[in-house]
């Protein structure tokens, strides 16, 4: 599974910004895809994440300002965030999760993208 970021840039704060993220490979064997973030000096956290049934879960900090959705006739994740604010300047990396089952088992696999930055900042 390959997957490629885009949307981020500079936007002010109480702006809104969309980022997308396209899946490519098996994405059949994908079971969830989400988007995580990293900012300066911190450590990659989860910002939201979204099963094949349709549940999402968010980070408390961006519940209510931001919706995860995916188009799976595009094989496309997507972050639509609103009121953003300069805390929410971080690189932001598309996540997915693959499961392998086997006679053996099962067998998770996590696929990143490179990332792309948002700057919340005037």
């Known amino acids: 599974v390959q997957l490629v970021e885009s949307g981020g840039g500079l936007v002010q704060p109480g702006g809104s910004l969309s980022l997308s993220c396209a899946a490519s490979?098996?994405?059949?064997?994908?079971?969830?895809m989400g988007w995580y973030r990293q900012a300066p000096g911190k450590e990659r956290e989860l910002v939201a994440t979204?099963?094949?049934?349709?549940?999402?879960n968010y980070a408390g900090s961006v519940r209510d300002r931001f919706t995860v959705s995916r188009d799976y006739s595009q094989n496309t994740l997507y972050l639509s965030m609103n009121s953003l604010k300069p805390e929410d300047t971080a690189v932001y990396y598309c996540?997915?999760?693959?499961?392998?089952?086997?006679?053996?088992?099962?067998?998770?696999?996590?696929?990143w993208g490179k990332g792309t930055l948002v700057t919340v900042s005037s």
């Open positions: 979204i099963t094949n049934s349709g549940y999402t």
């Open positions: 996540h997915a999760h693959v499961e392998v089952v086997t006679i053996e088992g099962t067998t998770g696999f996590d696929y």
């Open positions: 490979g098996r994405v059949a064997d994908i079971n969830s």
